[in-house]
C-alpha cells in the first residue's frame, strides 16, 4: 500500500514543507503496521501551517486593486484554499479513526490539490508583474494603484485604508527633529497628508497627496541607495601603511610605492570551514573547495583535476628550494617559531606530508573506493599544515 503514497521528490510541493515528513511517517506505519496516532502530531503541524498560510495570504490581498483576470485567478485559488482544507480535515479522520486505506487516498488529493495550488500562485504572479508598477517600491505601488482606483470610482476608499495599513509601521517610527534628514522628513509629511486625506475622504486633494508620496518616496530610495554604494566603496579601500594612498582592501602590493600588503583587510584568506587559519595558495585553496563542492553533491571533479596538476607544481617546487638551502639556514640563533619551521625535520616531514595528501586527493580524484571521510579530511589538514611549515623558507 505504501508504494500507492505520493513521491516526495523535487516536484513535491512546497507550500507545506511538514507533509513530506508526515507522508514518510505513514509509509513507515503501513509497511510496519505501527498505528497511525504516532503521526497524528505531523498531521496537526501540517493544519497550522496550512492556516497560517491561508491568514497570510487573505491579509496579502488587502488594499490591492486586482483587475479581471487577477480576479478569476483569485477565485480559483479561494476555491482550491476550501478544498485543502476539506482534505486536511478528511486525513485528520482518517488518523484518528486508524484508516490506512483512506489515508493513503486522501493523501494523494491533497497532494494534488497542493501541486494545483502553486500552479495558480504561479500564475496570479506572473500577472501581478505583468501590470505596470507606479512605484518600484511595492507598498508605494499598491498606494498609488489602490488611489487610481478610488479617483477613477472603480472602488471605494476602503481599498485605500487597507494599502496604506502596510505604511503605518514604519510612519509610526518616524519622529520629525532637526536632526533627521530634509528628504526623511517630506517623506513623513506626505505619509501625514495621506492618511488625514484618506480620513477625510477627500477626493479633490487626493491627487496631490499621491504625487507627493510618489516623489518624496522616490527621493527616500535614491538617498538610500546612494548611502549603500557610499558605504560598499568606504569598505573597499584601505590607506597604505607606508604612503597613505587609498588601495584596495584585498589588494596584495600598493600601486603606488610597492609595499607589500598581506593582511590590510583584517582577514586571512582562509578555508571556508574556517578551520584552516593559514593564507593559501590558489591551488590549495581550489583542491579544498572543489572537494568540499563535491561533498555537496556538485561536480566538480575537473575544478579538482586542474588543481591536483598545480598542486603537484607546487610540491616539486618545494622540494626543490629544499634541497638548495644552505647548511647556515639551519644553524643560528632565531626566534622559537622560526625554528620550529625552518628545522630540517620540520620542513622534510612536512613535505613528506604534502606529497601523501597529493596522493590521497589523486586517489579520490581516481575513484577509490576505499576511501573515507576521515582519511580526506585528514590529507587536507596535512596539506594545509605543510603550507603553513614550509611557507617561511619560500619567503
Known sequence: MADRLPQVDDSFPKLIPHLRVFISGLAYCVDNREPLFKIEGDLRRCDIVMSAFVLAFNLSKRGYDF???ESECLGKIEANIDRIGDCM?????DVKHEDEDKAVDDVNVLVEQLREMEQMLAVFGQLRQAKPRLSEYNNIDSILKAGQAVLEGRRDWTILDESLERLRPSFDKLTVSDEMPEYIENYYDA???MFRVCQQQNIEELPQALAL???????VGRNYKAEEERKKLEEALVSCPVCGVEVGKHERQCHSCGTKLPNLNGEDDVYSDEEYHVELPICVQ???DSVNALREGQDEWET??????QLRELIDQR??????????????????SETMILSRESLEDSLRRMEEAYNVLVSLHNGNENLNGDSVDAALEALVEGVEQTRQMME
Open 67 to 69: 483587475d479581471e483576470q
Open 191 to 193: 505619509m501625514d497628508l
Open 89 to 93: 480535515a478528511d486525513l485528520l479522520s
Open 304 to 309: 579538482l583535476a586542474a588543481s591536483l596538476s
Open 286 to 288: 581550489a583542491a579544498l
Open 319 to 336: 622540494k626543490s628550494v629544499y634541497r638548495d638551502l644552505p647548511e647556515s639556514t639551519f644553524v643560528g640563533e632565531v626566534s622559537d
Open 213 to 219: 508620496l510618489k516623489e518624496t518616496s522616490d527621493c
